[in-house]
């Protein structure tokens, strides 16, 4: 026998069916909740490759999605490569040198060290959105915005 649900439950999936949250609602409330760390300056998105390709955007990437992120003091280049059930990150910081990279995802943070030229990689499981906090060795955050894989 079926457990009945009740009219707040049965209203909450004909809304959830036939007027769903859109995606960009997600992205915008992620955006709200990056900026609410002050401690740490905000890269601005300024390259996208999918910007570069409108077939991207309906048959998604051929290869690897190239971003760029500026600040004051940062610019982070990265590539993020879709491995099937995972994703690898590669990227570089200029100025080159030595910094601590924070890979933060909704439930997890993976910290790195990249090598005295800028380089980092790191391999993320599964899918999701991501950022990244760049503390270089003087001691200034930079966090960029999520980005969703």
């Known amino acids: 026998m079926d457990e009945y649900t ?5 209203l909450r999936g004909a809304a959830e069916r036939f007027d769903p949250v859109p995606l960009t609602l997600f992205d915008h ?6 900026v609410r760390a002050l401690d740490a300056e905000l890269a ?11 077939a991207a955007l309906v048959r ?3 290869g690897p999605r190239a ?30 040198g030595p910094a601590d990279v924070g890979v933060q995802r909704r ?13 980092f990689a790191v391999d993320l ?7 990244l906090r760049v503390t270089p060795a ?10 969703r894989l």
């Open 29 to 34: 409330a992620m955006y709200a909740f990056a």
């Open 138 to 147: 003087d001691g200034t955050s930079v966090v960029t915005a999520w980005v």
């Open 67 to 96: 971003l760029t992120f500026e600040s004051g003091a940062v610019t982070v280049e990265m590539e993020v490569s879709d491995t099937g059930t995972a994703s690898r990150l590669v990227g570089r910081l200029l100025p080159p």
């Open 107 to 119: 439930d997890e943070q993976t910290t790195l060290r990249t090598d005295e030229s800028g380089r």
């Open 60 to 62: 998604g990437p051929a």
């Open 6 to 10: 009740g009219p707040e439950e049965e």
């Open 44 to 54: 601005q998105l300024t390259f996208d490759s999918l910007w570069e390709s409108s």
């Open 125 to 131: 499981a599964g899918h999701g959105p991501f950022r």
